[in-house]
């Protein structure tokens, strides 16, 4: 059996090796296979996460049975985690969240206390985004809901990166306008204690408004940037095996 043949195109020529063409064959094709099992980790991991957060919507506890030790930044299951809370909003005391943006539009991020009606204690609920694309004098739309409900939520904690711009407001003035939710101020102006963090409402719920806040996701950056380092491998040697048993490079230099 011939290990070498010769094969002419134009002036492209190639001389191929078929014993080192299968090895090179074997290497690209394992590259890029490690390559597909990366994508399908990540795939996996956004599988998974939807799932979980299906289940938490599903089962999503009372926001007062939380014990009190657990509500820590550094408590991993607090992050996203999906509560209900049942009571009635305190639609006078709404905070807006100055210069927030959806779609490219400036606008306010709407935040309105919720009382328990089990304990009576005031949870911060982000309601979500409203323009302030306005005419002069007209008060932003708020899409007050009242009357006691039940509604879904996830629990906000915000990252140890995230910035809060100490604002100047007018206690008296309502709704405040802030350029960050600050709950320890808010907290004092209302004279009574908040539950710790804010809470974001989930799809389709009573008083939702845009919803414009990131979605929760996963971090499956590393296995694409491991996918495209197969990938890549794969291509490297591929264009290798070509430039060295052909006349490819001295083609394209002309």
């Given at each position: 059996m011939q290990l070498h043949a010769n094969y002419n195109i134009g002036n492209f020529q190639i001389r191929i090796n078929w014993l080192i063409a299968a090895c090179v064959c074997i290497t690209v094709l394992s590259f890029a296979r490690l390559g597909l099992w990366q994508l399908d980790r990540a795939a996996e991991k956004i599988e998974a996460q939807r799932t979980l957060e299906q289940e938490q919507r599903q089962n999503a506890i009372a926001?007062?049975?939380?014990?009190?030790?657990?509500?820590?930044?550094?408590?991993?299951?607090?992050?996203?985690?999906?509560?209900?809370?049942?009571?009635?909003?305190?639609?006078?005391?709404?905070v807006l969240l100055l210069a927030e943006f959806f779609e490219s539009q400036i606008g306010y991020g709407v935040v309105t206390p919720f009382r328990l009606a089990s304990n009576g204690q005031l949870v911060l609920v982000?309601?979500?985004?409203?323009?302030?694309?306005?005419?002069?004098?007209?008060?932003?739309?708020?899409?007050?809901?009242?009357?006691?409900?039940?509604?879904?939520?996830?629990?906000?904690?915000?990252?140890?990166?995230?910035?809060?711009?100490?604002?100047?407001?007018d206690p008296s003035i309502w709704p405040l306008r802030m350029r960050g939710l600050q709950l320890e101020l808010i907290e004092e102006i209302l004279a009574e204690p908040l539950f710790p963090f804010e809470v974001r409402l989930t799809p389709d719920q009573p008083g939702v408004l845009a919803?414009?806040?990131?979605?929760?996701?996963?971090?499956?950056?590393?296995?694409?940037?491991?996918?495209?380092?197969?990938?890549?491998?794969?291509?490297?040697v591929l264009l290798a095996a070509l430039l060295t048993s052909s006349n490819l490079w001295q083609l394209m230099k002309e």
């Open positions: 926001i007062e049975d939380i014990p009190q030790g657990h509500l820590h930044p550094a408590n991993p299951e607090l992050r996203n985690r999906h509560v209900s809370l049942s009571g009635e909003y305190v639609n006078e005391r709404t982000s309601r979500g985004w409203t323009t302030g694309i306005l005419a002069p004098d007209t008060p932003p739309y708020l899409g007050e809901t009242s009357g006691p409900m039940t509604i879904t939520a996830q629990i906000h904690v915000p990252t140890r990166e995230g910035r809060v711009f100490d604002s100047e407001i919803r414009h806040w990131p979605a929760v996701s996963i971090d499956i950056n590393q296995n694409l940037s491991y996918a495209l380092q197969w990938f890549s491998f794969a291509l490297i």
